[in-house]
């Protein structure tokens, strides 16, 4: 009896060390398993800031672009020259550098027109008078119909998606205010209530 008893007493002995290795297996699997976590959401948060820092400096460098939608296209057409019209339309003088068209993917829809001016001065000149008189097509040239022009900043495609995620938004929120300023997106409830900074979709959480 003693005999087995010892023998007994030696296996759980044994047990119990193999369980306190076992357990500190874990523990270390465990430490390591968070660690590699926190490394991974570090990364992801530097991968963010590069992502946000790579758009901006991509944003700053079409500041002078515009998008003109609604022109009616034609064959053959001189994409600067029509710009040229639509400004002398406006009544403001400008200097474009070049123009150029994109295709729509919607059939029977006209592609908005991209124009790179001269400065940032000729685009906000051209952007507050196109606000102010309210453009249609036939100002511009007799033969179009008397459809809408718009003239808006060229975004690159995040901050594009962005504003239109904001948009709707705003649209789903009842934001009264949504609007694009010096490569930032901003939105407000109404006039009692603060700005707010749209960084990216995390934002609109």
Known sequence: LKESVNFMSG?????????????????????????????????????????????????????????????????????????KEISMALGVTVCVESAFRFRSKIQN???KIVAVLKNYENKKTMMDMSRKKKLKANNVNAKWKEEGIYINNYLTQINSNLLYKTRMYARENNYKYVWYRDCKIFIRKDEKNKVILIEDENSLR
Do not use: T, W
């Not at 047990?15 to 076992?22: G, H």
């Not at 022109?71 to 994409?79: I, K, L, Q, T």
């Open 11 to 83: 296996q759980f002995d044994n047990f119990n060390l193999k369980l306190q290795d076992i357990i500190k297996v874990v523990n270390d699997v465990s430490k390591e398993n968070k660690q590699l976590k926190e490394e991974n959401q570090k990364l992801k948060i530097e991968m963010r800031d590069f992502n946000k820092k790579i758009n901006y400096i991509e944003q700053k460098l079409v500041e002078n672009h515009i998008e003109i939608i609604g022109v009616p296209e034609e064959a053959n057409e001189d994409c600067s020259k029509i710009v």
């Open 109 to 111: 829809k006209h592609g």
